[in-house]
């Protein structure tokens, strides 16, 4: 009886354990939900990176160009802005 009653209580604590353990797994700290869910995070944190690093990029290109010469802002200046030069004449046509 006592060597029954002795296994008895290994077998709970071991079923205790891998329960414990088991919690863990699926629903505690660290759990696969969790990963997958960082997993996830990672991924879109990459893609919002690449985004910004090309828009960054087209900035800086932007920059350089307006840096080497006045064709870019003048450019800039007729297209956004609708200003003509000294002498220009300006035609609108409707649609």
Do not use: P
């Not at 088991?22 to 660290?30: I, N």
């Not at 696969?32 to 997993?39: G, P």
């Amino acid at each position: 009886m006592s060597f029954l009653r002795s296994h008895y209580w290994l077998f709970v604590v071991l079923a205790l354990l891998l329960g414990g353990l088991q919690y863990r797994l699926w629903v505690g700290d660290g759990s696969l939900a969790q990963v997958t869910e960082l997993k996830r995070q990672i991924s879109e944190q990459k893609s919002e990176n690449e985004r910004l690093h090309e828009r960054n990029r087209l900035l800086d290109a932007e920059v350089q160009e307006l840096k080497k010469g006045m064709e870019t802002v003048e450019e800039r200046a007729r297209h956004e802005l609708g200003m003509v030069k000294e002498g220009e004449t300006l035609y609108q046509l409707a649609q």
